[in-house]
């Protein structure tokens, strides 16, 4: 006959009171960390906007030629977003920027409309000219790349095909026909020859639920200072000019 289990000791009972008491402290105490880390970094990016931290009026982007932003393809659909984020990062003095989502929303959205007006300016690109006050968005000239997943592992799959059938198209026949041997200056050759190459980003800003670049060209970040911004549908014009103060502080060694 099957019979109960036997009831718990009162020292079993104690321990697993303790356990689940500092389990709960320990849990409260994260929460309480990261809700006191969320306002402050909010009332950081408030200040920031307002013009109250006077080390952030001024920005020194003489080392940010080239900027890329990945967003994640489900809120790469909000193009007021993006386009706002365009507005204020011209404003803010950026140049050229790479747009990129693995799904080429952005593609869609944005490249007609830079490839028909590369010559005008960042708020007659996106049609933002009656919103220029509420965006505080200045006419500077920006030039604007879009990238997608194609850009990516398909871009080495057709750089390595080029390369093979010029190798296999040489001069060399039969035996005399030594190995192919690529070098990473060939590599990139092939890149830019199928359309796949392009500057390496000095800074890259992520958008998005994951922490990660979303299949963004990783022969293009060899020396990128990435910097992961949060959700685009909470982003805060304060955080953007904090991430470029930041990285203009930053110094980088790139060996010899």
């Known amino acids: 006959m099957n ?11 104690i321990i697993k009171l ?6 709960t402290i320990t849990h409260l105490a994260i929460s309480i960390l990261n809700l006191w ?7 950081d990016c408030y200040l920031i906007s307002s ?6 009026q001024n920005l020194h982007l003489g080392r940010l030629k080239y900027l890329a932003i990945v967003v994640d393809s489900k809120e790469a659909k909000s193009t007021v977003k993006v386009k706002r984020l365009l507005c204020w990062l011209s404003s803010m003095g950026v140049k050229y920027v790479c747009l990129y989502d693995i799904e080429g929303v952005l593609k869609k959205s944005f490249e007609p409309a830079v490839n028909v007006s590369r010559d005008r300016t960042a708020g007659e690109h996106f049609g933002i000219g009656a919103n220029i006050k509420d965006l505080h968005c ?6 604007i790349d879009c990238l997608s997943g194609s850009d990516g592992k398909e871009g080495i799959a057709k750089a390595a095909s080029l390369l093979c059938s010029t190798y296999l198209n040489g001069d060399t026949h039969g035996d005399d026909k030594r190995k192919p041997a690529f070098t990473e200056a060939d590599m990139a050759g092939a890149l830019k020859a199928v359309g796949c190459g392009g500057p390496e980003p000095d800074l890259l800003l992520m958008y998005g639920p994951a922490r990660c670049h979303l299949g963004f060209p990783t022969w293009r970040l060899r020396y990128t200072e990435i910097m992961y911004m949060g959700p685009l549908k909470s982003m805060k014009y304060g955080a953007i000019v ?4 930041n990285f203009s ?7 010899k």
Do not use: F, V
Not at 18 to 23: A, G, K, Q, T, V
């Open 37 to 43: 880390s969320h306002l402050i970094y909010s009332l």
């Open 138 to 143: 200045s006419q500077r000239e920006m030039m």
């Open 3 to 13: 019979q109960p289990p036997p009831h718990m000791s009162r020292p079993t009972i």
């Open 242 to 245: 904090k991430a470029l103060y």
């Open 249 to 255: 502080k930053k110094h980088q060694n790139y060996g």
């Open 18 to 23: 303790i356990l689940w008491l500092l389990w």
């Open 51 to 56: 013009g109250l931290l006077r080390k952030y």
